[in-house]
């Protein structure tokens, strides 16, 4: 049973547009939801997290959107740059940060020069 | 980076045979967890630890040990390694909140 599910296996975004990245989750008791990328050959790095009180969470060109009643969750990443190009891993948690993650299957992003 | 090391960083190994990986943190992170990375399946959690000597089961745990004697070192060991054990090995720490991830282990069963 997968509680976390990332849809989309791969996404392509032209260069300087928006890049648009999707989550889904089943469990109602996730109240803390992360991002991860991650390049080939090295481990994931945290970007950017939100907790379930908030909506929006924003951090430079990365930002976090929560719609608690569609338990849905999507990463947006404006302007788009060819260092973007990696997989990027949706999280979920309960207990506000305090109880593992489950983690989505990834979405590779590829941005085209 | 969170003081994370992993080793070895690449191994390969036989069927049947006992594989131990390690994971170091120089940052007193009170939780640390295991995971594999696999095609299709994303991070899975294998096991993972709250403190010394207090470790518990992930969701794929089958085959796999763990020991945790020092806050530092968290021990994964195969018992006999299998063919499906081959994957890529993640390391992960923190105090509560996001976990950081070592550079991994890449494990080969032949």
């Known amino acids: 049973d997968q509680q976390v599910k990332q849809n989309s296996p791969s996404l392509s975004v032209q260069e300087g547009r928006i890049s648009i990245l999707n989550c889904d989750y089943t469990n109602s008791m996730f109240d803390y939801f992360l991002w991860y990328k991650k390049y080939p050959a090295e481990g994931p790095t945290f970007l950017i997290s939100?907790?379930?009180?908030?909506d929006k969470n924003e951090d430079g060109r990365f930002t976090v959107f929560l719609n608690k009643s569609a338990k849905h969750l999507s990463l947006h990443i404006v302007p788009s740059q060819p260092g973007d190009s990696a997989v990027y891993f949706c999280?979920?948690?309960?207990?506000?940060?305090?109880?593992?993650?489950?983690f989505g299957t990834g979405t590779r992003l590829t941005i085209i020069p | 980076d969170a003081g994370i090391t992993q080793s070895p960083r690449h191994k390969v190994t036989e069927t049947g045979t006992p594989v131990t990986l390690r994971c170091h943190q120089t940052?007193?992170?009170?939780?640390m967890y295991w995971y594999r990375q696999d095609p299709g399946h994303g991070l899975r959690l294998i096991h993972y630890?709250?403190?010394?000597?207090?470790?518990d089961k992930g969701e794929v745990s089958d085959g796999y040990s763990v020991s945790r004697s020092k806050t530092e070192d968290f021990l994964l060991t195969l018992e006999s390694a299998t063919s499906s054990q081959t994957s890529v090995y993640f390391c992960a720490v923190s105090s509560g909140g996001p976990e950081f991830f070592g550079p991994g282990t890449r494990l080969t069963v032949l």
């Open positions: 999280a979920a948690s309960g207990n506000f940060g305090n109880e593992k993650l489950t």
């Open positions: 940052e007193n992170h009170r939780y």
């Open positions: 630890s709250y403190g010394v000597k207090d470790t």
């Open positions: 939100i907790s379930s009180i908030k």
